[in-house]
């Protein structure tokens, strides 16, 4: 979540390896999955530095004591999943980078999460079934609203592509990143919007019967663009903080 300092899965070392008990959820695609990394407590809480004391494992879901539990989104489908830890051992090597450095560690990932092309793609092909919906008359309000669109995904794709140089470099660029999450979750959300407003009055064509189909999905899916990868609001506390204004 959020808060991801107050996490309380915790993994205790114990002989040659490490102990885990606790309840990881939003994993996704977890049943598909052998490995999953884990970010947990690996020493206790310090409440003046609550980031310290955290580390990462690779953990092999095949383990005893590791047991994954479906939910259901929005839509009925099966992606996300619960992952139980009940005294679960891992060996030593499941360590990823250093113990307790896990935060500096998880927050130099999130920067890759938050600025790929899944960040502000994942309506495009409702984009693309509203163009052939229109087609092969749109009219002037259409084709304004269908360049803006165009040119708010190109820049993504170069502020994208931008971090990506960024982090190849070896740079940190976690507000950057945080901007292309926030700004490329906009354009995801208002495309169901934007398509909805352009097709009220269109014809019951075979064409955009698919595009119904396809809106009713991204529309069901689109509240889940500013929650996962990290929320708008904290994004934006990213953001904000990175400018000096808090
Ligand atoms: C589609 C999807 C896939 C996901 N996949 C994964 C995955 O594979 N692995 C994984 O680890 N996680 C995954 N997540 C989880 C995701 O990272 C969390 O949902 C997200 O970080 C928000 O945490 P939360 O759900 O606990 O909400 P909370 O942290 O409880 O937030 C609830 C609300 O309070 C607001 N809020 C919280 N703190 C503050 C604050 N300090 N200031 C202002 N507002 C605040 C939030 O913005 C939000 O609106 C996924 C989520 C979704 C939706």
Known sequence: GSDLASVRTKAVREGDGWRVNGTKLWTTNATH??????????GPLDREHRHA????????????GITIRPVRNLVGEHHFNEVV???AVLPEDALLGREGEGWAQVTGELAYERSGPERFLSSFWLLVELVRALQPAA??????????LGAQLITLRRMSRSVAGLLQAGADPALEAAMVKDLGALVEQE??????????????????????????????????????GGTREILRGIIARGLGLR
Do not use: K, N, W
């Open 139 to 148: 009219d002037a309000r259409a084709e304004i609203a269908l360049g803006r």
């Open 191 to 228: 495309i169901p919007e934007i398509a909805r407003d352009l097709m009220a009055e269109g014809p019951p064509t075979l064409q955009s019967r698919t595009f119904a189909q396809v809106l009713a999905y991204t529309t069901l899916h689109a509240p889940s663009f500013s929650l996962r």
């Open 53 to 64: 004391g955290t580390s990462q494992f690779i953990v092999d879901l095949s383990l005893p």
């Open 33 to 42: 999955c052998q490995f999953m990394i884990l970010f947990c407590r690996t």
């Open 85 to 87: 830890f009940e005294d």
